[in-house]
């Protein structure tokens, strides 16, 4: 779980390990839980780049908010530059739609087997970092799915009033009042499972991000309250205390909880 002064340095700090598969990694001299591969893109320590989207949008996302709206420098220096990170993410045929990772194998590399969860985080980067052609275009790759529905590019998953409005805000677009509501509704579901869970945090990261991102485009009454209420009442989880904890166990990425 990200706390609410440290929640960009904790989008930049990804190093998720898996014991999964041979896929080459360099570590990142900024920090050593975060790894690169040899295209400059982030992967897990074993190299694997199943979430390098998810991971290279919280990075990007959160470099833009460090330096532009909090005026401080970033922890991680990303290897290659925004341009060229999108430009491998993007299919090369098939315009507007992302792979998780541009060259491994797999599902990896099929824009059909892309997610809601890895979209979400590049398109608050494409918006921030002045992207609006491809997060046009992204919009544009959206396909009918479970028959009147709407779906992330090849994918069976749902577009919902949320992302419609982190769309909105990414290209400049006043966002819908029933999009926000639904967003603030997400909320409080996600605090009342963290109630229950404080150490299950996979949804709380791409929350964070639309939060974000209807802090600095187009804020609400609904997302202002609903930012606020998260930050005083989400469940405190082990990730709050990463930073103290890799200074005190530097190269330990064992469970923290042990400790």
């Excluded at 609410?4 to 900024?30: C, E, M, N, Q, Y």
């Excluded at 069976?156 to 029933?178: C, F, H, K, S, T």
């Excluded at 509501?181 to 869970?197: I, P, W």
């Amino acid at each position: 779980m990200l706390n609410r002064r440290d929640a960009i340095r904790a989008l930049a700090s990804i190093g998720v390990t898996s014991p999964l598969a041979t896929f080459d990694a360099l570590a990142a001299t900024t920090d050593p839980g975060i790894y690169f591969d040899s295209n400059g893109l982030l992967v897990q320590r074993d190299g694997d780049g199943g979430d390098t989207a998810q991971r290279e949008g919280w990075a990007w996302f959160g470099n833009w908010l460090r330096s532009s709206e909090l005026k401080m420098s970033s922890p991680v220096v990303l290897p290659i530059s925004f341009a060229a990170t999108m430009n491998m993410l993007e299919h090369p045929t098939r315009r507007g739609e992302f792979r998780r990772h541009p060259t491994q194998p797999g599902f990896r590399s099929d824009p059909d087997a892309f997610s809601r969860d890895q979209i979400i985080p590049l398109v608050a980067a494409m918006g921030v970092w002045g992207d609006v052609d491809r997060v046009k275009r992204s919009w544009a790759a959206k396909r009918p799915c479970h028959g009147v529905l709407t779906c992330v590019q090849g994918t069976q998953d749902l577009i919902g009033p949320d992302l419609v409005n982190l769309y909105r805000r990414a290209w400049g677009e006043a966002p819908d009042p029933n999009g926000d509501l639904v967003l603030a509704g997400g909320v409080l579901t996600r605090l009342s499972q963290a109630q229950s869970n404080p150490e299950d945090v996979g949804d709380d990261l791409n929350l964070i991000v639309e939060l974000l991102m209807a802090k600095v485009r187009s804020p609400s009454s609904a997302t202002e309250q609903a930012t606020t209420l998260y930050s005083k009442n989400r469940a405190v989880s082990a990730g709050c205390y990463l930073s103290h904890y890799r200074k005190a166990y530097s190269g330990d990425y064992g469970p923290m909880r042990r400790r």
